[in-house]
């Protein structure tokens, strides 16, 4: 059975305080590692989507990375709109009987305080 | 691109009943899946369809079932309605199995 695991659950900040979330997988064969945003009350927005050990990708101030076991999002100088849950998906390799659905860590909820 | 838009966005339903969902993904976007993100968790997948056919299910029970039609709409029906049910109902759509999900805001379902 696949399983993601996040941490911390939560995170506080100061403005400017540089960390790092972390997300810890296990997948029957990764197709890829998924990073989304998402805001109160509001519909999960993607950020990242990783493949293969090694990979990073960049967008403003986050960093995504990706090794055989675990992803790190890099949060770089934060500001308090950056203050959101961050959640940490897995998709498996091969499908039948609901692989190709998405496997969900609970996330980590971020704040950034000015 | 329109995006992802799903109705109604708040929704009161009493045990016992029978709910329909509505979700309109992005043109161009054969795939949808459906999730069901309860307070404080990760949204857990119930199922997907590509080209109008289920092809894939999570660990959710028969009574959730849905639909996808050709002009890119999709609907989550859930039967006998429990109050576990009460939950943020996600719908995301992709253009195929290898890009990434569009997720709409979502719908509050609470059952009394």
């Known amino acids: 059975e696949d399983q993601v695991t996040q941490s911390p659950e939560a995170l506080r900040l100061q403005e400017g305080e540089s960390s790092s979330l972390n997300c810890s997988y296990t997948?029957?064969?990764?197709?890829?590692l998924f990073w989304y945003r998402q805001d109160p009350g509001k519909g999960p927005e993607f950020l990242f989507t990783?493949?293969?050990a090694g990979e990073e990708k960049e967008k403003e101030r986050l960093k995504a990375t990706l090794t055989k076991k675990e992803s790190f999002l890099h949060i770089t100088a934060p500001k308090p709109e950056d203050s959101a849950t961050y959640l940490c998906?897995?998709?498996?390799?091969?499908?039948?009987?609901?692989?190709?659905?998405?496997?969900f860590g609970k996330g980590t909820h971020l704040i950034i305080q000015p | 691109e329109t995006g992802v838009t799903q109705s109604p966005t708040h929704l009161i339903k009493t045990r016992g009943q029978q709910v329909t969902l509505r979700c309109s993904s992005q043109?161009?976007?054969?795939?949808v899946s459906w999730y069901q993100q309860a307070l404080g968790q990760g949204p857990q997948f119930i199922f997907q369809?590509?080209?109008?056919?289920?092809?894939g299910r999570g660990n959710f029970p028969p009574r959730f079932s849905g639909l996808q039609f050709p002009n890119y709409s999709s609907e989550l029906n859930v039967n006998a309605l429990e109050l576990d049910d009460s939950a943020l109902y996600l719908c995301?759509?992709?253009?195929?199995?290898?890009?990434?999900?569009?997720f709409g805001s979502g719908t509050r379902l609470t059952v009394v």
């Open positions: 995301a759509s992709s253009l195929d199995r290898n890009t990434g999900y569009t």
């Open positions: 997948v029957s064969g990764l197709r890829g």
């Open positions: 998906a897995v998709q498996a390799m091969y499908s039948g009987g609901g692989a190709d659905g998405l496997t």
């Open positions: 369809y590509y080209r109008e056919e289920e092809n």
């Open positions: 990783l493949y293969s």
């Open positions: 043109s161009g976007h054969n795939t």
